[in-house]
């Protein structure tokens, strides 16, 4: 077919491509209309100018031209090769030959691949990122074919299951779902197949040690590839969370057990606002929990007036993270009844906040004993003085009485002394017949008799002792001899024989075998002082 050169100069300006027909020194020989388009002049103004000076804006060629590289060695040449504007160009050069076979030029073709090498580089770097994500994330990255194969997953599946990634390639997902979810596994994941939407799915996966673990499935895409229809998506294990959260709802249950069984009121305040009341706290102070819980509901309304200051103040105590000892205070419920308590308060962390939890201990009853108790130790004591008192007076009117009892027996002694027995002493030494001074005699022993209980309690005093007798008897009774005594007093043996005489003829003693010192020491130790 003979083809014109006007049909195949269209067919190269076509192309998208600049194309270039260069002599051995480079310099242009022909160029497409595109080329023209491209460098901003009519192809006529680039013939005869050199290739680097049209291009690289250089003196010299470059370095590495891949057109002088054609026809130096008479291959085809490829290069890419940057503009100073950033355009990157890919060139392909052709050596040109006559009919010797000699190489007389190069056509060069330069296509702009600025954008697929923009795309390029965007899709290594997503690529890296994925492979990245791919390789140190913790949650499982899997795609799954429609029928349950696993085609492909990372390797946090084998950090989560303990079998190695690729022992899950190529194996059907459903062996390793516990039973109990598996109905509910495969309804999530034939809606997703039909490209509904589905929440994340907690299924229980096996693992090599034998246990299960729990995943939280979440798919991602249906994707089409050699595999057929696939899956994406990522699996978490929260395990642990779902542990935690178990521990945390058997926490919270035995909690409010507790507290609601509690003879004590429990509340927990956050903020400000009461977030909890157990039912101890409805039964005595009156109110509903709704309205403890209500937003414009005041906790400072339960504080009696006199306490509204003092729990201000432990409260901004605990907002500064101080713990407090338990104190006493007093509420008003909401009938106005007053009730002494004693309140304990722990900082606590509710639902994620630093709170209050209060234990609310009622000691009305016991108040009111207390003051029961007051109330009687006061009237027991005024009684205890009432009756010291009367204690007083009875013991001074008994001292009284004594003194009376003693007065009456000093009085009757000295008058039988004074008045009866000197008549007797007269009586005797008159010549009386035999029967009168027997009668005489029984007389003065009964007598005697009388007065020996009374003399050994008075003093020698009252016996009508003189002072010199009352000396004599007192050293008699500390065991003194006769002679030990005359020197004593500074006087003779002989007047001390008279005093001892005289005083034992005072105590009734004369013509009798009584010892005068046993007799002396009868009598109590202030009657011979």
Known sequence: MNISNDFKAHILDSLGEMVFYLDRDLRVKWSSEYAGEIIGSPVEDLAGKFCYVLWCKKPLSCTECP??????????????????????????????????????????????????????????ESEERFNAIWENIDDIIYFISADRTIVSVNPACEKITGWPTEYWIGREMTPYIHPDDLPKANKQFGRFLRGEHVEPTEVHILTKSGEYRTIEFKPAAVIENDHGRLISGIGRDITERVVAARALRESEEKFRNLTEQSPNMIFINRGGKVVYANRKCEEIMGYRREELFADDFNFLDLIAPEYVDLIKRHYNRHLRGKELEPYEYALLTKAGKRIEAILTTKLVNYEG?????????????????????????????????????????????????????????????INL????????????????DEETQTYLKIIRSNLKDLMEPISA????????????????????????????????????????????????????????????????????????S
């Not at 009853?365 to 108790?373: D, I």
């Not at 004074?418 to 009386?432: A, D, H, R």
């Open 353 to 413: 906040e630093n709170s209050v939890l209060g234990i609310v201990t009622d000691i009305s009853e016991r108040k009111a004993a207390e003051k029961l108790l007051h109330d009687k130790e006061g009237e027991i004591t005024q009684k205890s003085k009432s009756l010291e008192e009367m204690n007083i007076a009875l013991r001074v009117l008994l001292e009284q009485r004594e003194r009376e009892k003693a007065d009456f027996k000093e009085n009757l002694f």
């Open 67 to 124: 057109s002088l590289k054609a026809m130096e060695t008479a291959q085809v040449q490829w290069d890419e090769v940057s503009n100073a504007d950033g355009k990157i160009w890919e060139i392909h050069s052709y050596p040109v030959c006559d009919d010797a076979g000699k190489v007389i030029g190069a056509t060069e073709f330069r296509k702009d691949i600025t954008e697929r090498k923009k795309s390029q580089k965007a899709l290594c």
């Open 457 to 528: 309690s008075l003093s020698l005093k009252y016996i009508d002792f003189t002072p010199s007798e009352i000396q004599v008897a007192n050293l008699v009774n500390q065991g003194k001899t006769s002679k030990e005594i005359a020197s004593i007093i500074n006087v003779s043996a002989k007047t001390v024989s008279f005093h001892r005489a005289n005083i034992r003829k005072k105590l009734g003693l004369w013509n009798q075998k009584t010892n005068l010192r046993t007799f002396l020491q009868s009598f109590p130790e202030k009657s011979t």
């Open 417 to 432: 002394k004074k008045l009866v027995f000197p008549y007797i002493e007269k009586m005797e030494k008159k010549k009386l």
